[in-house]
């Protein structure tokens, strides 16, 4: 017997994807063996303003200290796999093959990148997300080293306002987020942002060029 299409079966293809984020929406799954995702527009939103970011000093002294370094787009597998992982920083994950997928379909056409945080040879800290007009849309970060998720969040934002970036959306809004000065809006007021934000374009490379 031939098979016959769910009806309410949607294929998640990058279009869609960058459909939804220009929306408001984002995609989740329930767990990494999940297979299917789901759509959430929250009626808070976790943001970044571009001016608030706060670390200290000290803090940005002694990680210089460490001797880490900063990649950009260097390592996609190894970024989302960290993100993928269930461990210490983490007991859970939303990240599943679908989105593993779609999301590498994304970086390879240049719209998806990673902030990285190497300790010589190892990948000890790091972020990803969607770029979008002048909209970030950061999806997720981990650590393998104290403070080492703060660099790659001190890293981006650098990166975003070197490239005139407008809106740095986190989605929801934890503690770790809070302390570097994350806010929660209402989805009204993120909707705003977000068109304001999609009227231009941004440079993710800005900062990488020569002055």
């Known amino acids: 017997m031939a098979h016959r299409p769910d009806p309410f079966h949607i294929d ?3 279009e869609l994807i960058i459909r939804a984020y220009r929306a408001g929406i984002f995609p989740m799954a329930e767990d990494a063996a999940d297979q299917n995702i789901f759509w959430v527009s929250p009626e808070l939103r976790g943001i970044i303003p571009l001016d608030g970011f706060h670390m200290s000093r000290s803090l940005r002294k002694t990680m210089r200290k460490a001797g880490w370094q900063v990649r950009v787009d260097y390592d996609w597998d190894g970024v989302i796999e960290a993100c993928a992982t269930v461990g210490a920083d983490r007991d859970t994950t939303w990240i599943n093959g679908t989105i593993r997928q779609v999301y590498g379909e994304l970086f390879r056409r240049g719209i998806a990148h990673t902030v990285e945080v190497w300790d010589g040879e190892d990948l000890v800290g790091g972020l990803y997300g969607l770029a979008i007009g002048s909209a970030f849309f950061g ?9 080492a998720s703060k660099l790659a969040m001190a890293h981006l934002v650098d990166r975003l306002n070197a490239g005139g970036y407008r809106l740095l959306d ?9 302390s570097l000065g994350g806010v929660e809006i209402t989805r009204a007021d993120y909707e705003d942002r977000l068109a304001e934000a999609l009227t231009t374009e941004a440079d993710w ?5 020569p002055r």
């Open 12 to 14: 998640i293809t990058p």
């Open 139 to 147: 999806e997720s970060m981990f650590h393998r080293r104290t403070d």
């Open 170 to 178: 986190t989605q929801f809004l934890t503690d770790h987020l809070a």
């Open 205 to 209: 490379s800005a900062m990488d060029e």
